[in-house]
């Protein structure tokens, strides 16, 4: 008897093991299949290419400038003084900016800095709620403390705090990227939290209790797995938002520094000369535009095919 109901045991995990399998296929189909994710995943891809090839698609240094060569329209050729004092001519296809400098260096550079800081700033957040969120989720007592606080940091908008914190601090990209993830930890914190309260109590985290299983090795072993698909969807909002923080903080003179060439940092400085000049800022804010939609058709692409209840309807 023993040996019949651990033969049907095996067969029963097979059968579970077998289900996820056909579950992770069927999952991973309807990824493909999505155009959301194609669209999206396309105009990233380009976007991230753009951004890695930056030094060879850039035609000259975007620090580099010449006061002959200010307030040029796109396609205008003018002069570029190189570090060694050289003058060579210069084809600036975005036009210049009131420096001197080519923006169309700037920009393809101002791709790399953006998406370095959407994601990390991205993948800060996630982790740190990721930890607050098991913890207030599966331990009880400290799930009052811990979210009394959560909720508390977030009724301060976003930008409030990222502008207080980028102030107190020189403005780096160490700096914006911990300022631009702090207030997204509360939200990523909330969502595992909620997580959490419905997978404890499932069968198998039950009978790992009842095992004796180390707390921590159910929290990242049995549940954090089940909360993979979610946190992917909410990344891509996060790495979206921070695009747009990163842009508004450079904007705003509050954000990186201007010798490093950022999307918000080439509007910011064409904001004077914008009704002699609009290209200055429209070139960079449709990059700008591009890049936070293409991340937000993404996620939404994910959060149809992840979520069962909206593959149900793809």
Known sequence: M?????????????????????????????????????????????????????????????????????????????EITTLDGEIIKHKFWFGSDSYGRDIYSRVMYGARVSLTVAVLAALLSLAFGIVCGLSAGYLRWLDGILMRFMDGLMAIPAIL???????????????????????????????????????????????????????????????????????VVQGTYICAAAILVEAILSFLGVGLPPDIPTWGNIMAEGRPQFNQYPHNIFIPGVFLAITVLAVNILGDGLRDTLDPKMAKRV
């Not at 105009?43 to 951004?51: D, F, H, R, V």
């Not at 850039?58 to 307030?71: E, H, K």
């Not at 990227?177 to 997580?195: D, G, H, K, Q, W």
């Open 2 to 78: 023993p040996a019949a109901q651990s033969k049907a045991s095996e067969l029963e995990t097979l059968s579970v093991e077998a289900a996820d399998i056909r579950v992770t296929e069927s999952a991973w189909q309807r990824v493909r299949k999505n155009w959301s994710v194609r669209i999206g995943g396309a105009a990233l891809a380009l976007l991230l290419l753009i951004a890695v090839s930056a030094p060879w698609l850039g035609t000259v240094d975007p620090t580099l400038f010449d006061a002959a060569s200010r307030d040029l329209v796109p396609g205008q050729r003018g």
């Open 161 to 231: 705090i990222a502008i207080a914190l980028v102030a107190m601090w020189r403005g780096s990209l160490t700096t914006v990227i911990i300022a631009i993830a702090i207030p997204e930890i509360p939200r990523v914190t909330r969502l595992v939290r909620s997580l959490v309260l419905s997978i404890r109590e499932e069968p198998y985290v039950e009978a790992a209790v009842a095992l004796g299983t180390p707390t921590w090795k159910i929290m990242f072993g049995h549940i954090l797995p089940n909360t993979i698909a979610p946190l």
